[in-house]
Antibody, heavy 117, light 111 residues
């Protein structure tokens, strides 16, 4: 059974950094493109970034390009999101997801990041 | 960037009735391979999203056959043939042709 578990969220001050993790199980992690998306309180879903199965390709949405970095460790079945220069508008639930044929086909339960002084 | 526009944004439905959600893209999502690169997701209250339809018209595993996706190019539709109480939530279309973009979401509620 596919399982994606995000962790690392919490309260962080503006301008600081935070690293999220996503532990994967129940499928061959090294074969799947992986994504991060977020949802601000009361708002819709916003796709952020993806990384190819071998980690060689990635792409970022404009709001996070240059501040966030996606990476993966296939030996640990874990996806990461390094977030720096955090802003109040980065406050959201962050979801990891996997994909195969099209976009995300299975989502984690999310982890809340609150950027506040 | 490709913009996805959904309508309506709010959809009250009586159980047992049909429902339809429209999604329009700012550019064609039809690939040369014949597939339309649009997916549909449902986010039930308090839950993470779940995939309903991928590549325009393919139901994800475990999705009831009352859900169907159609359309091509820039105009797409998600139809629920007979709405049930468990279908409440926010429905999102998502283009997957040029990176990824969500629509604004359509909130389905039971009358």
């Amino acid at each position: 059974q596919v399982h994606l578990v995000e962790s690392g969220g919490g309260v962080v001050q503006p301008g600081r950094s935070l690293r999220l993790s996503c532990a994967a199980s129940g499928f061959t992690f090294s074969s799947r493109t992986m994504h991060w998306a977020r949802q601000a309180p009361g708002k819709g879903l916003e796709w952020l970034t993806f990384i190819s199965n071998d980690g060689t390709n990635h792409y970022y949405a404009d709001p996070v390009r240059g501040r966030f970095t996606i990476s993966r460790d296939n030996s640990k079945n874990t996806l990461y999101l390094q977030m720096s220069s955090l802003r109040a508008e980065d406050t959201a639930v962050y979801y990891c997801a996997r994909s195969e044929l099209s976009g995300p086909d299975y989502w984690g339960q999310g982890t809340l990041v609150t950027v506040s002084s | 960037d490709i913009v996805m526009t959904q309508s309506p944004l709010s959809l009250p439905v009586t159980p047992g009735e049909a429902a339809s959600i429209s999604c329009r893209s700012s550019q064609s999502l039809l690939h040369s391979n014949g597939y339309n690169y649009v997916d549909w997701h449902l986010q039930k209250p308090g839950q993470s999203p779940q995939l309903l339809i991928y590549l325009g018209s393919n139901r994800a595993p475990g999705v009831p056959d009352r859900f169907s996706g159609s359309g091509s190019g820039t105009d797409f539709t998600l139809k629920i043939s007979r709405v049930e109480a468990e279908d409440v939530g926010v429905y999102y279309c998502m283009q997957t042709l040029q990176t990824y973009t969500f629509g604004q979401g359509t909130k389905l509620e039971i009358k």
